[in-house]
C-alpha cells in the first residue's frame, strides 16, 4: 500500500511569486484535503478535494487554488506569495469524504517565502 | 463555529508514570474526535477517533482517550508513558454538518524523560 507523497520537499521562493506544490493520494483514496501548518501551530485547513470538486474551503484567500486529478492527485497553487505563506504545507487523504474518516498525512512541503 | 482548545503547550510524564493530554472542543452539531501524533520532520499520524458509543476510545500504541460531553472534553491518556512517545500532539475536531472541514488544536508537546 503506497503512502501520501508529496513533492517538493522544500522549496524557497520570493515574495509575489507563483508556487505549486504536488500530492500523491493513498492508493484507493478519493479524497485529499490540504492544510497551512506555521511554526509551532495547528495544522490549518486550506481545502478539501473529494471526487475532483472542492467541496469545503477555510478561510484563506482566493490565491489559494487547487486542483484534483482523475487518478485523485492533486494540486496546491499558491499565487502572488507573501511572506506569511512560510509554513509547512500538508498534503492527507482518506478513502472518503465523510465526516468520520481518519487522515493520511504526507511529510509536507516546507515552504520558505523571502 | 468549531473550535479546540489544548490548554497545555507542554507536559512532561517520567517513564512509565501514566500520562494525559487535554483537549476541550466546541461544535454546533454531532462532534467527532480525533488525536494524531506529529514527530519531528514527519506528517501527522492517526492515533485514535471518538465517533459515538463507548466514552473510553482505545487506539494505536496503547494510547486511548475519554470523551465527555457535559464537560466537552476528549482527554488523552496513557497508563504508562515511554520515551518514544515524546512527540507533538494533535486533537482535532470535525462537525457533523460541515464535514470537511477539520480543526486541529494548537498542539501540546509530550517530553518523556527516563
Known amino acids: 500500500e503506497t503512502g501520501v507523497t508529496q513533492s517538493p520537499t522544500h522549496l524557497i521562493k520570493t515574495r509575489g511569486q507563483q508556487v505549486t506544490l504536488r500530492c500523491s493520494s493513498q492508493s484507493g483514496h478519493n479524497t485529499v484535503s490540504w492544510y497551512q501548518q506555521a511554526l509551532g501551530q495547528g495544522p490549518q485547513f486550506i481545502f478539501q478535494?473529494?471526487?475532483?470538486?472542492?467541496?469545503g474551503r477555510g478561510n484563506f484567500p482566493p490565491r489559494f487554488s487547487g486542483l484534483q486529478f482523475p487518478n485523485y492527485s492533486s494540486e496546491l497553487n499558491v499565487n502572488a506569495l507573501e511572506l506569511d505563506d512560510s509554513a509547512l504545507y500538508l498534503c492527507?487523504?482518506?478513502?472518503?469524504?465523510?465526516?468520520?474518516?481518519?487522515?493520511?498525512f504526507g511529510s509536507g512541503t516546507q515552504l520558505s517565502v523571502l | 463555529a468549531q473550535s479546540v482548545a489544548q490548554p497545555e503547550d507542554q507536559v512532561n510524564v517520567a517513564e512509565g508514570n501514566p500520562l494525559t493530554v487535554k483537549c476541550t472542543y466546541s461544535?454546533?452539531?454531532?462532534?467527532?474526535l480525533f488525536w494524531y501524533v506529529q514527530y519531528p520532520n514527519r506528517g501527522l499520524q492517526f492515533l485514535l477517533k471518538y465517533i459515538t458509543g463507548d466514552n473510553l476510545v482505545k487506539g494505536s500504541y496503547g494510547f486511548e482517550a475519554e470523551f465527555n460531553k457535559s464537560q466537552t472534553s476528549f482527554h488523552l491518556k496513557k497508563p504508562s508513558a515511554l520515551v518514544s512517545d515524546s512527540a507533538l500532539y494533535f486533537c482535532a475536531v470535525r462537525d457533523g454538518s460541515s464535514a470537511s472541514k477539520i480543526i486541529f488544536g494548537s498542539g501540546t508537546r509530550l517530553s518523556i524523560r527516563p
Open positions: 461544535v454546533s452539531g454531532n462532534p467527532y
Open positions: 478535494y473529494y471526487r475532483e470538486e472542492e467541496n
Open positions: 492527507a487523504s482518506s478513502p472518503n469524504s465523510g465526516p468520520n474518516e481518519k487522515l493520511f
